[in-house]
């Protein structure tokens, strides 16, 4: 199974950065294998375009807490790194989409209304 991570970007980390970590990581590539997909793109501003990153998890049942746990871990990059969550949704031709988002902020970035 497939997923693509939609990153906000006041807790993003460059796309390459976050594959590299990832592959690093034992613990991380036991449960799935990361790549960038440059066919989906994602948009921080007008002009900005970015290729988004992929993790092609491995033919086991795995637990959503830890692999959702993982990634926060390869996404945090300083002891200040906000508190995060991740939601998951299902498309309806199967494939699937985790938004990773600070607790604080919208997945724009900006503070949520109260």
């Known amino acids: 199974m497939q997923y693509t991570l939609v990153v906000a970007k006041d807790v993003a ?4 950065d976050f594959v590299t970590q990832w592959n690093a990581d034992p613990a991380c590539y036991a449960m799935a294998y990361a790549s960038i997909d440059d066919s989906i793109k994602s948009v921080y ?3 900005v375009r970015t290729a988004l990153p992929t993790l092609d998890v491995q033919p086991v049942e795995i637990d959503q807490a830890t692999f959702h746990a ?3 871990r390869t996404l945090q ?3 200040l790194y906000p508190p995060t969550e991740i939601v998951e949704l299902a498309k309806p031709n199967g494939t699937r989409v985790l938004v990773v ?3 604080a902020t919208g997945i724009s970035g900006y503070p949520l209304m109260p």
């Open 45 to 47: 501003s007008p002009d």
């Open 13 to 16: 980390i460059p796309v390459q």
């Open 70 to 72: 993982l990634i926060k």
């Open 77 to 79: 990059t300083s002891p």
């Open 101 to 103: 988002k600070s607790t």
